[in-house]
């Protein structure tokens, strides 16, 4: 299936730990997202990469990571989970210059205890 | 600051009843003006982009307006599968970065 797919699908940790979430896209977009939404439903965008390159650092902690290995990827590292961190994570993907939207996986619900 | 407000937060029709969404933006250098369609526990699915006041872009039920401050979603007669979360984004020119409003819950009872 062409998809953008990312794992895992739920993630509960502990405060303190180190998780990372993965994301592979088949649609062949060079452009690939990290975005976060919040309890109140609202989405924000975290990094961005076109073509492996970073194009887009949202103000995140820095204890978030992004790794692009290529441009069918993108992963998410967070460290030093703190409560805050809970929330859904999307990762998407799309062509960049092109009007055809994003692509979102169905994301990674992350929850810190 | 770029801002995307959308109204209202939520919307309960009955089934065949049509009405209208409301997404305001101040984006500078508006690229594109983005809806998209969520269902609990799944990704945004995109429906349409708007470029220009005075476009409009229609799928199924659903029609998108836009002009210079505002866009509309118009759902004509609607059906229970039609409920879910409809999100509209603004992109700015030459940042290539989405902003989002919070949505709009529309739950259609038959």
């Known amino acids: 299936d062409t998809a953008v797919s990312q794992t895992p699908k739920y993630l509960v940790t502990q405060m303190g730990n180190d998780k990372s979430i993965k994301c592979e896209q088949n649609?062949?977009?060079?452009?690939m997202y990290w975005y976060k939404q919040d309890s109140k439903k609202f989405l924000k965008i975290m990094f961005s990469?076109?073509?492996?390159?970073?194009?887009i650092n949202e103000t995140v902690p820095n204890r978030f990571s992004p790794k692009s290995p290529d441009k069918a990827h993108l992963n998410l590292h967070i460290n030093s989970l703190e409560l805050g961190d809970s929330a859904v994570y999307f990762c998407?993907?799309?062509?960049?210059?092109?009007?055809?939207?994003?692509?979102f996986g169905s994301g990674t619900r992350l929850t810190v205890v | 600051e770029d801002q995307v407000t959308q109204s209202p937060e939520a919307l309960r029709l009955q089934e065949g009843e049509s009405s209208s969404l409301n997404c305001s933006y101040t984006?500078?250098?508006?690229?594109?003006l983005f809806w998209y369609r969520q269902d609990p526990g799944k990704g945004p699915e995109f429906l349409f982009t708007l470029y220009s006041a005075g476009e409009e872009k229609e799928k199924e039920r659903l029609k998108a307006t836009l002009t210079k401050k505002e866009s509309f979603l118009h759902i004509t007669a609607p059906k229970p599968e039609d409920s879910a979360t409809y999100l509209c984004?603004?992109?700015?020119?030459?940042?290539?970065?989405?902003?989002f409003g919070t949505g709009t819950r529309l739950k259609v009872l038959a």
């Open positions: 984004a603004g992109e700015s020119s030459g940042t290539y970065k989405y902003i």
């Open positions: 998407a993907s799309s062509h960049l210059e092109d009007s055809k939207g994003y692509t």
């Open positions: 990469y076109n073509n492996k390159e970073l194009i």
């Open positions: 984006v500078s250098g508006l690229r594109g």
């Open positions: 649609l062949g977009h060079d452009t």
